[in-house]
């Protein structure tokens, strides 16, 4: 009887171990619970609503250094070699992949990339990245966030895009966007993001590619599949374009035409054509002083509301904000 009670008592106290280390557990992960009787405040778990991948509950412990804002990108890396190291390691332990693709796009030519920790700091970047900012090397981008590297505008909707696959573990594709050099000159890419996951679904990092979309060139026999509807939308954009009625021109139907312009300059018609005519804005207000009212009518936007709007969503700068930069001295500030 006395062995059976002290079987049944040490049966007890290892469910009563296993609960707790089960709840320790998950506070790990989620934080600690609110309200009384140990239970999780984040009701969404228990309403079996959708929630974002979690991050590792050592996910702040990759986040070692703050960057200062670099007045000159030109000086050396003035980061601690050690914890730049240290960054790049834990990232690459856990995912071992990483360190083979930052190798492959160094040698890749258009495309820039890059890999992110949750704290928003570059923790691999490739040749190409490096070269758009004109910087002497990776180690004076390693270890900064875009804030440090890029204006204002830019950097808010940058870091806006990573807070949100980060929170929702949902990638980001074709993403059109103007990246405007050291010169003020703007140049088009096409961006990938997507969430970098350890085997047990935790988000560690985002990786990004942006393809540089050169035109291809007049002769290509792409653009002869298309029917002349680039050089039409090139030669017209400023005039209310239907892309329905380009594709009936075409002899196309609008998906065949969709599927065509993806293959041949990875853009939709309808990007193509917006693509056009935030150029022809950029070089607007950096060649001229037309009011911004005027540009916005010979470029094809309904009004100057709809220029400011899809310039800002490209650039992060509102149409003055670039025009006031380029004026300033041609140079923008990184």
Same mark, same amino acid.
């Given at each position: 009887?006395?062995?059976?009670?002290? !079987?049944? =008592?040490? /049966?007890? #106290?290892?469910?009563?171990?296993?609960?707790?280390? $089960?709840?320790?557990?998950? @506070? %790990?992960?989620?934080?600690?619970?609110?309200?009384?009787?140990? !239970?999780? =405040?984040? /009701?969404? #778990?228990?309403?079996?609503?959708?929630?974002?991948? $979690?991050?590792?509950?050592? @996910? %702040?412990?990759?986040?070692?250094?703050?960057?200062?804002?670099?007045?000159?990108?030109?000086?050396?890396?003035?980061?601690?070699?050690?914890?730049?190291?240290?960054?790049?390691?834990?990232?690459?332990?856990?995912?071992?992949?990483?360190?083979?693709?930052?190798?492959?796009?160094?040698?890749?030519?258009?495309?820039?990339?890059?890999?992110?920790?949750?704290?928003?700091?570059?923790?691999?970047?490739?040749?190409?990245?490096?070269?758009?900012?004109?910087?002497?090397?990776?180690?004076?981008?390693?270890?900064?966030?875009?804030?440090?590297?890029?204006?204002?505008?830019?950097?808010?909707?940058?870091?806006?895009?990573?807070?949100?696959?980060?929170?929702?573990?949902?990638?980001?594709?074709?993403?059109?966007?103007?990246?405007?050099?050291?010169?003020?000159?703007?140049?088009?890419?096409?961006?990938?993001?997507?969430?970098?996951?350890?085997?047990?679904?935790?988000?560690?990092?985002?990786?990004?590619?942006?393809?540089?979309?050169?035109?291809?060139?007049?002769?290509?026999?792409?653009?002869?599949?298309?029917?002349?509807?680039?050089?039409?939308?090139?030669?017209?954009?400023?005039?209310?374009?239907?892309?329905?009625?380009?594709?009936?021109?075409?002899?196309?139907?609008?998906?065949?035409?969709?599927?065509?312009?993806?293959?041949?300059?990875?853009?939709?018609?309808?990007?193509?054509?917006?693509?056009?005519?935030?150029?022809?804005?950029?070089?607007?207000?950096?060649?001229?002083?037309?009011?911004?009212?005027?540009?916005?009518?010979?470029?094809?936007?309904?009004?100057?509301?709809?220029?400011?709007?899809?310039?800002?969503?490209?650039?992060?700068?509102?149409?003055?904000?670039?025009?006031?930069?380029?004026?300033?001295?041609?140079?923008?500030?990184?």
């Amino acid at each position: 009887m006395a062995q059976q009670r002290l !079987r049944q =008592g040490q /049966r007890l #106290r290892h469910r009563v171990l296993g609960l707790r280390n $089960r709840r320790r557990g998950i @506070w %790990r992960r989620n934080g600690r619970p609110s309200g009384r009787g140990g !239970r999780l =405040g984040d /009701r969404s #778990r228990r309403s079996g609503e959708n929630h974002a991948p $979690r991050l590792p509950c050592n @996910w %702040r412990e990759s986040c070692f250094y703050s960057a200062p804002t670099v007045s000159n990108p030109h000086k050396p890396s003035t980061f601690p070699v050690p914890e730049v190291d240290n960054l790049r390691r834990r990232i690459f332990r856990a995912v071992p992949g990483l360190a083979v693709a930052e190798r492959l796009f160094d040698s890749v030519e258009g495309v820039v990339f890059c890999i992110k920790n949750p704290c928003g700091q570059y923790v691999a970047v490739n040749q190409a990245f490096v070269e758009l900012l004109g910087l002497p090397g990776k180690a004076a981008l390693l270890g900064r966030r875009a804030r440090d590297l890029f204006p204002d505008g830019m950097a808010a909707g940058y870091e806006q895009q990573d807070d949100e696959l980060f929170r929702t573990g949902r990638e980001i594709s074709d993403k059109l966007e103007m990246l405007i050099d050291r010169r003020g000159m703007p140049s088009w890419f096409l961006t990938q993001k997507t969430p970098v996951t350890t085997g047990d679904g935790s988000v560690i990092a985002l990786a990004s590619t942006s393809a540089n979309l050169h035109l291809p060139a007049g002769g290509d026999p792409g653009l002869q599949e298309l029917g002349g509807v680039i050089d039409t939308i090139r030669a017209r954009y400023a005039e209310p374009l239907r892309i329905e009625e380009l594709a009936a021109r075409a002899g196309m139907t609008l998906v065949q035409l969709e599927r065509r312009m993806k293959k041949v300059v990875r853009l939709s018609a309808r990007q193509f054509l917006t693509r056009m005519r935030l150029h022809a804005a950029a070089a607007a207000l950096r060649e001229t002083d037309t009011p911004i009212i005027d540009i916005a009518t010979d470029c094809g936007f309904y009004d100057q509301s709809t220029l400011s709007r899809q310039f800002r969503t490209a650039t992060g700068f509102s149409p003055g904000e670039y025009r006031a930069l380029c004026q300033a001295g041609g140079a923008m500030p990184v």
